[in-house]
């Protein structure tokens, strides 16, 4: 079966794109991956053996000048229409996107040739892209159980879950250190607000005995190790973490921003987690709810996330081993996800 898997703009929208394409490959499937330029590396790099790759000329709609917007629509619509003729010739049987701007043009032209498409919502709020993309789309497949803002013209919906890696599937379950190890991630570029609260928070605490991996921007990490050292604290500054899954399964408590993907590893291994979602991206929000919903952490908004809260949450977690133990058996959700949607497009 020739399968088409349409990406967007960032990490992700890719990775779990790469993990399915992963999967298909191994079972014979033909896999074409189409991305537009934020991503050439990441695909490149992270793509199967095999499988063949198409750019598309796209990017974002969400700049605030008009003569922006217009261009990217105007990017979209062109790719959308050299898709329509590369389908008359390279015909897939299968279309399937997973969100984000850069996958409009492919779901338009399946709409166009009649070509079954489906469409993976990472968020559990749906995205502009993916509600756009929904009037040409039968099947939605989400990350979360509940997500919010789905057309009621949606003809179906199917649970799926996000997909992971397979380094983050294997540490599935995996028992708490239970040696007080905090990871702090704020994403790609870090999160400024958790570079002033975190280390702050832990000053104040009475007992300091906590053993901390501080993920931040790279012009951050001399000052923020420099503050860790200056009171004290056991700390490991990086501005990037290769082996995240290992970071994670390594922590007793995360603390960081709720992205669909930081949101579904840690659900994936089973950690509690302190979610701050960034306060300009409702879908953040609603994740970071969804999470904290079944028992597994806190969600808190950025405006409240202060030292003395911190400082206090910490203090209680850290001094309470059970307690972190009963919520990371609450945050842990079997993750299946990538066979699941597998399974799903090519039956």
């Not at 040696?179 to 704020?186: I, N, Q, R």
């Not at 906590?210 to 200056?230: C, S």
């Amino acid at each position: 079966m020739k399968i088409w898997i349409a990406t967007g703009g960032t990490g992700g929208h890719v990775y779990p794109a790469l993990s399915v394409a992963e999967e298909l490959v191994s079972r014979g499937h033909r896999v074409t991956i189409s991305y537009d330029g934020r991503v050439h590396a990441m695909v490149r790099r992270g793509a199967p053996s095999g499988a063949r790759f198409v750019h598309i000329w796209a990017s974002g709609v969400g700049a605030k000048s008009r003569l922006k917007q217009i261009w990217a629509l105007t990017k979209i619509g062109v790719s959308a229409v050299c898709l329509i003729l590369r389908f008359i010739f390279s015909r897939p049987d299968r279309v399937v996107a997973f969100g984000g701007y850069a996958s409009v043009p492919a779901v338009f032209a399946a709409h166009v040739w009649h070509i079954p498409t489906f469409l993976h919502e990472q968020n559990a709020a749906i995205g502009r892209a993916n509600r756009f993309s929904m009037r040409w789309v039968k099947t939605l497949m989400t990350s979360f159980p509940n997500v919010s803002g789905i057309p009621a013209s949606t003809t179906r919906v199917v649970y799926t879950g996000l997909p992971v890696r397979r380094d983050f599937v294997q540490l599935a379950g995996t028992p708490l250190p239970g040696a007080s190890k905090l990871l702090v991630t704020g994403g790609s570029l870090g999160a400024q607000i958790l570079d002033e609260i975190v280390p702050s928070a832990i000053i104040a605490m009475k007992n300091k005995k906590i053993f901390v991996t501080h993920q931040t921007r790279p012009e951050n990490v001399e000052r923020l190790q420099k503050i860790y050292a200056d009171n004290k604290i056991h700390a490991n500054v990086l501005s990037f973490i290769h082996d995240m899954a290992g970071a994670i399964a390594g922590s007793d408590l995360v603390i960081g921003r709720s992205g669909a993907s930081t949101v579904v590893e840690l659900q994936t291994i089973g950690r509690p987690a302190i979610f701050v979602p960034l306060n300009i991206n409702p879908d953040q929000a609603a994740n970071a709810a969804s999470f904290a919903k079944n028992g597994g952490g806190f969600a808190i908004e950025q405006s409240k996330f202060t030292q003395k809260w911190l400082s206090a949450t910490l203090s209680e977690l850290f001094d309470n081993p059970s307690r972190l133990d009963k919520m990371a058996q609450k945050a842990l959700v079997p993750n299946n996800a990538v066979n699941l949607i597998a399974d799903e497009i090519t039956k």
